[in-house]
């Protein structure tokens, strides 16, 4: 499958959690933590559709993820607890979650991509979709999933 072709219908929000200190912190690009681009205008909440196609493989996903990002895959864990769908103009998009597995935050993996962690707390203007979504995150982590 074509990289960008997987990566038009899909979306991926990427953290880190210490589970020491309870710090959760999200990768943040720009205005979105949606990686590699925010949702489109018209994205609004959908349930799941019955074909899930191959577009749509959480692995197939994450590899694309990786080789967008140029990120070290034995650093990153797909979780598969997290599921969100939206639909745009008819498409879906499926909202994937991607754990850094490292002891600390790796800031320095998000630099090329212009990416920065930030908490929850960093996350005022963006966009209420996606504020929804990271709440999501929150809840799923926070909660012990």
Not at 17 to 33: H, P, Q
Not at 91 to 103: A, G, N, S
Request: hydrophobic share 40%; with cysteine; aromatic share 6%.
């Amino acid at each position: 499958m074509n990289t960008p072709n997987i990566l038009d219908h899909n979306r991926v929000i990427l953290c880190h959690f210490d589970s020491y200190s309870t710090a959760l912190v999200f990768a943040r690009y720009g205005d979105s933590v949606l990686a590699p681009a925010p949702l489109p205008e018209s994205a609004s909440a959908m349930t799941a559709p019955g074909d899930a196609t191959e577009q749509h493989k959480p692995g197939a996903v994450l590899d694309a993820f990786v080789a967008h990002n140029n990120l070290d895959p034995t650093k990153l864990k797909l979780d598969d607890g997290f599921q969100a769908w939206l639909s745009s103009d008819g498409d879906p998009i499926r909202i994937h979650l991607v754990r850094f597995t490292t002891l600390d935050a790796p800031h320095e993996a998000l630099a090329p991509s212009g990416g920065v962690f930030k908490p929850i707390s960093g996350m005022r203007g963006m966009p209420m979709t996606e504020l929804n979504l990271i709440r999501q995150v929150f809840d799923l982590i926070m909660g012990g999933g």
